[in-house]
Nanobody, 117 residues
Framework: QVQVVESGGGLVQAGGSLRLSCAAS?????????LGWYRQAPGKERELVAD???????NYADSVTGRFTISRDNVKNTLWLQMNSLKPEDTDVYYC??????????WGQGTQVTVSS
Protein backbone atom coordinates (compact mmCIF):
# COMPACT_ATOMS: atom_id res chain seq x y z
CA GLN A 1 0.00 0.00 0.00
CA VAL A 2 1.54 3.29 -1.13
CA GLN A 3 1.70 5.98 1.50
CA VAL A 4 1.95 9.69 0.82
CA VAL A 5 2.73 12.28 3.45
CA GLU A 6 2.05 15.94 2.86
CA SER A 7 3.66 18.72 4.90
CA GLY A 8 4.45 22.41 4.84
CA GLY A 9 1.06 23.94 5.41
CA GLY A 10 0.34 26.62 7.95
CA LEU A 11 -1.14 30.02 8.64
CA VAL A 12 0.01 32.89 6.48
CA GLN A 13 -1.18 36.39 5.69
CA ALA A 14 -2.55 37.25 2.30
CA GLY A 15 0.29 37.93 -0.10
CA GLY A 16 2.57 35.50 1.68
CA SER A 17 4.15 32.26 0.53
CA LEU A 18 4.28 28.61 1.53
CA ARG A 19 6.06 25.59 0.11
CA LEU A 20 4.28 22.26 0.39
CA SER A 21 6.08 18.94 0.23
CA CYS A 22 4.85 15.44 -0.50
CA ALA A 23 6.82 12.25 0.05
CA ALA A 24 5.69 8.97 -1.46
CA SER A 25 6.82 5.61 -0.18
CA UNK A 26 9.41 3.68 -2.18
CA UNK A 27 8.16 1.25 -4.77
CA UNK A 28 5.17 3.43 -5.49
CA UNK A 29 5.94 3.87 -9.17
CA UNK A 30 6.07 7.55 -8.40
CA UNK A 31 8.82 8.36 -10.86
CA UNK A 32 6.79 7.33 -13.91
CA UNK A 33 3.45 8.75 -12.82
CA UNK A 34 1.87 12.10 -13.46
CA LEU A 35 1.54 13.66 -10.02
CA GLY A 36 -0.72 16.38 -8.78
CA TRP A 37 -1.63 18.66 -5.92
CA TYR A 38 -5.28 18.82 -5.00
CA ARG A 39 -7.22 20.88 -2.50
CA GLN A 40 -10.52 20.48 -0.75
CA ALA A 41 -12.64 22.68 1.46
CA PRO A 42 -15.24 21.24 3.84
CA GLY A 43 -18.37 20.26 1.97
CA LYS A 44 -16.78 20.73 -1.42
CA GLU A 45 -15.31 18.37 -3.96
CA ARG A 46 -11.59 17.90 -4.16
CA GLU A 47 -10.12 19.89 -7.06
CA LEU A 48 -6.89 19.56 -8.97
CA VAL A 49 -4.65 22.56 -8.45
CA ALA A 50 -1.64 21.53 -10.55
CA ASP A 51 -0.12 18.45 -12.06
CA UNK A 52 3.24 17.52 -13.51
CA UNK A 53 4.22 14.70 -15.82
CA UNK A 54 7.18 12.41 -15.23
CA UNK A 55 9.07 14.52 -17.74
CA UNK A 56 8.32 17.76 -15.93
CA UNK A 57 5.49 19.23 -17.98
CA UNK A 58 3.20 21.18 -15.65
CA ASN A 59 -0.39 22.28 -15.85
CA TYR A 60 -2.22 24.64 -13.51
CA ALA A 61 -5.77 25.52 -12.63
CA ASP A 62 -6.68 29.00 -13.83
CA SER A 63 -7.09 30.19 -10.25
CA VAL A 64 -3.43 29.56 -9.39
CA THR A 65 -1.63 30.17 -12.68
CA GLY A 66 1.21 32.60 -12.22
CA ARG A 67 1.22 32.17 -8.44
CA PHE A 68 1.89 28.47 -7.82
CA THR A 69 4.74 26.31 -9.14
CA ILE A 70 4.76 22.53 -9.03
CA SER A 71 8.01 20.57 -9.14
CA ARG A 72 9.24 17.05 -8.47
CA ASP A 73 12.28 14.91 -7.77
CA ASN A 74 11.89 11.49 -9.37
CA VAL A 75 14.82 10.01 -7.46
CA LYS A 76 13.57 11.09 -4.06
CA ASN A 77 9.89 10.41 -4.83
CA THR A 78 9.11 13.94 -3.71
CA LEU A 79 6.68 16.53 -4.99
CA TRP A 80 6.55 20.23 -4.09
CA LEU A 81 4.15 23.09 -4.52
CA GLN A 82 5.54 26.61 -4.17
CA MET A 83 2.66 28.95 -3.43
CA ASN A 84 3.21 32.70 -3.73
CA SER A 85 0.87 35.67 -3.51
CA LEU A 86 -1.53 33.61 -1.45
CA LYS A 87 -5.15 34.70 -1.18
CA PRO A 88 -7.79 33.90 1.43
CA GLU A 89 -9.59 31.77 -1.15
CA ASP A 90 -6.55 29.47 -1.25
CA THR A 91 -7.47 28.31 2.24
CA ASP A 92 -8.03 24.55 2.02
CA VAL A 93 -6.55 21.19 2.90
CA TYR A 94 -3.98 20.29 0.25
CA TYR A 95 -3.28 16.72 -0.87
CA CYS A 96 -0.91 15.07 -3.29
CA UNK A 97 -1.64 12.02 -5.40
CA UNK A 98 -1.31 10.70 -8.88
CA UNK A 99 -3.14 12.58 -11.61
CA UNK A 100 -4.32 12.27 -15.21
CA UNK A 101 -5.26 8.67 -16.05
CA UNK A 102 -3.13 7.14 -13.29
CA UNK A 103 -5.16 5.30 -10.66
CA UNK A 104 -5.09 7.20 -7.40
CA UNK A 105 -3.21 6.00 -4.37
CA UNK A 106 -4.90 5.99 -1.01
CA TRP A 107 -5.29 9.63 0.05
CA GLY A 108 -3.05 10.94 2.78
CA GLN A 109 -4.00 13.24 5.65
CA GLY A 110 -3.26 16.37 3.68
CA THR A 111 -1.82 19.61 5.00
CA GLN A 112 -3.90 22.59 6.06
CA VAL A 113 -3.25 25.94 4.43
CA THR A 114 -4.94 28.95 5.99
CA VAL A 115 -4.58 32.42 4.48
CA SER A 116 -5.75 35.34 6.56
CA SER A 117 -6.92 38.60 5.03
Amino acid sequence: QVQVVESGGGLVQAGGSLRLSCAASSGSGCSISTLGWYRQAPGKERELVADISSGGRANYADSVTGRFTISRDNVKNTLWLQMNSLKPEDTDVYYCNRASSWPRWRWGQGTQVTVSS
